[in-house]
């Protein structure tokens, strides 16, 4: 008897102290900004397009490129920088290099066309 409510009891604490249900985040725009005046690039995410204009025409960045994702890439993308040693201010502003806009571009990150050229290598088959 003694072991049944033990059982039970230990059942309760299992699933009220575990949230084994999955997190459904929403989607939204993950987007990269360009700032001319402080040579920085700012990645971040926008629930809707209105929010991310309202950002754009409110500060002195240039949208570099943005695409569909969620908040859990934005999370992602920063664990994975510093795990590059590539780290960032308060406003997930980082200083613009090569390099950074490289790893962005190696991890699927919208960083548009404009200051990092995608090199893409054709093969020519010539038949002899």
């Known amino acids: 008897m003694l072991l049944k409510k033990l059982k039970k009891d230990y059942r309760k ?10 997190q459904k985040s929403k989607f939204g725009i993950v ?36 695409k569909r994702g969620k908040e859990q890439d934005l999370n992602l993308l920063i664990k994975t920088l510093n795990e590059l040693d590539i780290n960032f201010s308060s406003k997930l502003n980082f200083r613009y290099s ?19 050229k995608q090199r893409t290598i054709k093969k020519e088959l010539s038949f002899a």
């Open 31 to 66: 987007y990269t900004l360009y700032s001319d005046r402080n040579n920085s690039i700012e990645v971040g995410f926008a629930e809707n397009d209105t929010i991310l204009k309202n950002k754009v025409l409110r500060s002195d960045l240039i949208l570099l490129d943005k």
């Open 98 to 116: 090569n390099i950074l806009i490289k790893h962005l571009s190696t991890l699927g990150w919208p960083v548009g066309r404009s200051l990092y």
């Open 13 to 22: 604490f299992i699933s009220s102290s575990l949230n084994l249900a999955p």
